[in-house]
């Protein structure tokens, strides 16, 4: 089971960026994004179980969105009005359990390798 994560890159504030991770092997009940600046903690940014429930950290409830393809195993970060305080590694992580919100990286079982966002003018 990998989970591979894409969509990383160069923005400037203001813009919009689309991260993508698709799982392959199996179907994960909810599927999930962090991210970890440098020097600091993984933080939770958002989650969408399998029905299409959703919570999202205070700090990006408003600017990014996530949403997934069941038929594909992919889970999609929309990530719109990005700020240089956005700018770390976003890693998808993923869990069995079909409804559960989680937001604590120790409630996920599998991950990605991580994709860097930098927001810089």
């Known amino acids: 089971v990998q989970l591979q994560a894409s969509g990383g890159g160069l923005v400037q504030p203001g813009d919009s960026l689309t991260l993508s991770c698709t799982a392959s092997?199996?179907?994960?009940?909810?599927m999930g994004w962090f991210r970890q600046a440098p020097g600091k903690e993984r933080e939770f940014v958002g989650v969408?179980?399998?029905?299409?429930?959703?919570r999202y950290a205070d700090s990006v409830k408003g600017r990014f969105t996530v949403s997934r393809d069941n038929a594909k195993n992919t889970v999609f970060l929309l990530m719109d009005s990005l700020k240089p305080e956005d700018t770390a590694v976003y890693f998808c992580?993923?869990?069995?359990?079909?409804?559960?919100?989680?937001?604590?990286?120790?409630?996920?079982?599998?991950w990605g390798q991580g994709t860097l966002v930098t927001v810089s003018s």
């Open positions: 092997g199996r179907t994960f009940g909810g």
């Open positions: 969408i179980n399998l029905s299409g429930g959703t």
């Open positions: 992580a993923a869990r069995a359990t079909f409804f559960a919100l989680p937001s604590s990286p120790n409630d996920y079982t599998h």
